[in-house]
C-alpha cells in the first residue's frame, strides 16, 4: 500500500447548478490535456455512471466515481489516489462535479456535495459558470459560491454560452472586481452537445463513432477557449495526497491471486475474456446494453481470487467457459430490449444458471419474464415496463434475506435511478428494506434490485461472491 505523499495536480470542474456545461469542459479538458501529451486521470463526483464514460474515453483509462455516500468519506481521497495511479501514475486528476457545487444528499447540509468532495481531497475548484441573460450579476453569483463555504478554494471561473466580445468584456470585468481569475470564455455559437435520452446521455459504448467525434470537438474547443496552462497552474496549486492509494487486495483482506480482469486498466470489456485462469470465473455484463459499472467491482473481484469475465448479452451465445457467477449492472435494456430477446440460447442459459447471480437495476429487468412485452431470461418472476416517472436518490437500506452478497440485517448505502417498474414489486423473499418498505428480490442464490451498490463501500460483497462459487 502506498502512502508516502504524492503531489498530483488536480482539479474540480464545479457550476452553481446543472445544465451550466460541466460535462462540457470537464470532457473536454480531459481530452486537450491528454493532446498535450499528458497523462490525465478523470473522475466524477455522485454515482452517474454515463459522464465517467466520455471522461475515460477523452482520457484514455476508466472513469472513476467520488461519492462519499456510496463509499464512505474516509475512502474518496484514498479512491482518488488509487484511480490516478493505475494502470500508470497520472500527471493530472480532472474531477467533474455534481448538481450545484454544494448540492447534496438531501436534508444532510451538503453532504456529498462537490464541495464536499473538493475538501476531501483538497482540490481548488473551476467553476463553469452559464452567462446566458447574465451580466455584472454574474460576479455577485461567483462571489456567494465562493464565499458560502470558507474551506471551498475557487480559484477560476471559465464562461460558458458568451454572448459576444462585448459580453466577455463586461464579464471578465466584474469578475476582476472580485477577485477571481477568468480562465476561458466559450461561445453560444460553438456549443458542443452529445445526444441525450431519458436517464440523461447516451452512453459511450452505445454510439461509439459519434462518442469519439463528439469527445474530439469537445477536445478542440477547451484547447481554443480556455487558457490551459492556467488550468495546469490552477491544478499544481493543489498539497500532496498525503493518504494512502485504497488497495482492493487489502479491502477485501486477502492476498493478490493470479487471476486477471479482462479488458484495459482493470475495466470489464465486452467480447473479451480472462487473460489467464486463476480461481472461479465470474461472469460480468457488458457491452451497449450493461454499461453501468464502477471499475473498482471488477478489481474486486480479482483481489478476491475471481477470473472476471465479461460478456455481452447482445452478442455472445453463451456464459463465458466454465462461469460459476454471474453479475449483471445497470444500463439501458429497455433501449436494446428486442436484441436480447432475441439472444434465446444466453437467455435460455441465464434461466438455467444454478450458481450465484448479483444483478442490478438494468440486471433485474433483463431476469424477469418479460420488458414492455419483449421475452427476457425468465429466471425471475417478474414483468418490467417503462414508465414516465423517474425515480431518483439516495437509499440507506437493509438486507432484508441472506444472499450471496449480503447477510440479513447488514445496512448498505445506495442509489436508484430508473423509470420502470416491476410487477410485483419485490419477491417473497425481498433483497432490501428502505423507506419503510420491502424492496428486490432474493431467490435461491440470485440476488436482484433496483438498487445500485458501490462495492468499494462494501467489499465484503465481491469476497462473499467469490466463496459463494466455490
Not at 493505475?86 to 438531501?106: F, K, Q, S
Not at 494512502?244 to 491471486?257: E, H, L, R, T
Not at 455484463?285 to 474486486?300: D, I, K, N, Q, V
Not at 439472444?343 to 435460455?348: D, E, S, T, V
Request: hydrophobic share 45%; proline share 7%.
Amino acid at each position: 500500500m502506498v502512502s508516502t505523499g504524492w503531489a498530483l495536480p488536480r482539479v474540480v470542474v464545479a457550476a452553481p447548478a446543472s445544465g451550466h456545461g460541466k460535462t462540457t469542459v470537464a470532457t473536454g479538458l480531459l481530452g486537450a490535456l491528454r493532446r498535450r501529451g499528458l497523462t490525465v486521470s478523470p473522475h466524477k463526483v455522485g454515482p452517474d455512471y454515463i459522464d465517467p464514460g466520455y471522461h475515460g474515453l477523452a482520457a484514455g483509462r476508466p472513469g472513476r466515481n467520488l461519492d462519499p455516500w456510496l463509499v464512505g468519506p474516509e475512502r474518496v481521497a484514498p479512491l482518488l489516489r488509487h484511480g490516478a495511479s493505475v494502470p500508470t501514475p497520472a500527471d493530472v486528476a480532472v474531477i467533474e462535479g455534481v448538481m450545484g457545487l454544494h448540492d447534496g444528499a438531501v436534508g444532510r447540509r451538503g453532504y456529498a456535495s462537490t464541495a464536499h468532495v473538493a475538501t476531501l481531497v483538497d482540490a481548488p475548484v473551476l467553476l463553469v459558470l452559464d452567462t446566458t441573460a447574465q451580466g455584472r450579476s454574474a460576479a455577485a453569483l461567483v462571489l456567494g459560491m465562493r464565499a458560502f463555504d470558507d474551506r471551498v478554494r475557487v480559484g477560476g471561473v471559465i464562461l460558458n454560452r458568451v454572448g459576444s466580445p462585448r459580453h466577455e468584456t463586461l464579464l471578465r470585468d466584474a469578475l476582476a472586481e472580485v477577485g477571481v481569475p477568468v480562465l476561458g470564455a466559450v461561445s453560444r455559437s460553438v456549443e458542443v452537445a452529445a445526444p441525450s435520452r431519458h436517464l440523461g446521455l447516451v452512453p459511450v459504448a452505445e454510439r461509439a463513432p459519434e462518442s469519439l467525434a463528439v469527445v474530439a470537438a469537445l477536445a478542440d474547443l477547451v484547447a481554443a477557449t480556455v487558457d490551459l496552462d492556467a488550468v495546469l497552474d490552477l491544478a499544481r496549486s493543489a498539497p500532496p495526497l498525503t493518504v494512502p492509494a485504497w488497495d482492493p487486495v487489502a479491502a477485501v483482506g486477502g492476498q493478490a491471486s493470479t487471476a486477471a480482469v479482462g479488458g484495459p486498466a482493470g475495466t470489464a470489456t465486452a467480447g473479451g475474456g480472462p487473460a489467464r485462469t486463476g480461481g472461479p470465473t465470474v461472469a460480468v455484463a457488458a457491452g451497449a446494453a450493461f454499461t453501468f459499472s464502477y471499475a473498482e467491482t471488477a478489481e474486486l473481484l480479482a483481489a478476491a481470487g475471481a477470473t472476471v469475465a465479461p460478456f455481452d448479452p447482445l452478442r455472445d451465445p453463451g456464459l463465458p467457459a466454465g462461469t460459476r457467477a454471474v453479475v449483471i449492472g445497470g444500463g439501458f435494456p429497455e433501449a436494446h430490449a428486442d436484441a436480447l430477446a432475441g439472444n434465446a440460447a444466453l437467455r435460455a442459459e441465464l434461466a438455467a444458471f444454478d450458481g450465484p447471480v448479483v444483478a442490478e437495476c438494468a440486471g433485474l429487468l433483463y431476469l424477469g419474464r418479460s420488458l414492455d412485452g419483449a421475452p427476457m431470461c425468465g429466471r425471475l418472476d417478474l414483468t418490467a415496463r417503462m414508465t414516465g416517472r423517474l425515480t431518483l436518490g439516495y437509499r440507506e437500506a437493509v438486507a432484508a434475506a441472506d444472499s450471496p452478497v449480503t447477510r440479513a440485517g447488514e445496512r448498505v448505502r445506495g442509489h436508484e435511478f430508473h423509470r420502470t417498474v416491476t410487477d410485483p414489486g419485490h419477491g417473497d423473499t425481498p433483497a432490501w428494506r428502505f423507506d419503510g418498505a420491502a424492496h428486490g428480490f432474493v431467490d435461491g442464490r440470485v440476488h436482484a434490485s433496483y438498487l445500485h451498490v458501490h462495492w468499494a463501500g462494501q467489499p465484503h460483497a465481491a469476497r462473499r461472491l467469490v466463496q459463494a462459487c466455490r
